[in-house]
């Protein structure tokens, strides 16, 4: 299983960003893939995912009018694209997936790739 995610960076408010999470191995047959995030200080949250076959997404409320998770199943790639990002968008993000569909009704992803860094300057 590998999935690794790419994309980060140093942007101003207001900017935009797509992170890529590219899979292989078991992880390209697997259920989904979600995006999660961790800010200094703070616990690691759900941002949003999406399933292979039917691309069902999920999005954390916060966050769903800015970010959009998208798949590629020929590039065994699920992207995140974030708009109008804000400082406190500031975080290592993370990709990982749910195995199976007992994983995702469970929101127990099975598999963690490294993450990315992305920072936003005010």
């Known amino acids: 299983v590998q999935l690794q995610a790419f994309g980060g960076g140093l942007v101003q408010a207001g900017d935009s960003l797509r992170l890529s999470c590219v899979t292989s191995g078991r992880a390209s047959s697997s259920y989904g893939v979600g995006w999660f995030r961790q800010a200094p200080g703070k616990e690691r949250e759900f941002v949003a995912r999406i399933s292979w076959n039917i691309g069902r997404t999920d999005y954390a409320d916060s966050l769903r009018d800015r970010f959009t998770i998208s798949r590629d199943n020929a590039k065994n790639t699920v992207y995140l694209q974030m708009n109008s990002l804000k400082p406190e968008d500031t975080a290592v993000y993370y990709c990982?997936?749910?195995?199976?569909?007992?994983?995702?009704?469970?929101?127990?992803?099975?598999?963690w790739g490294q993450g990315t860094l992305v920072t936003v300057s005010s």
């Open positions: 990982a997936v749910y195995s199976q569909s007992g994983a995702w009704v469970r929101s127990e992803p099975t598999y």
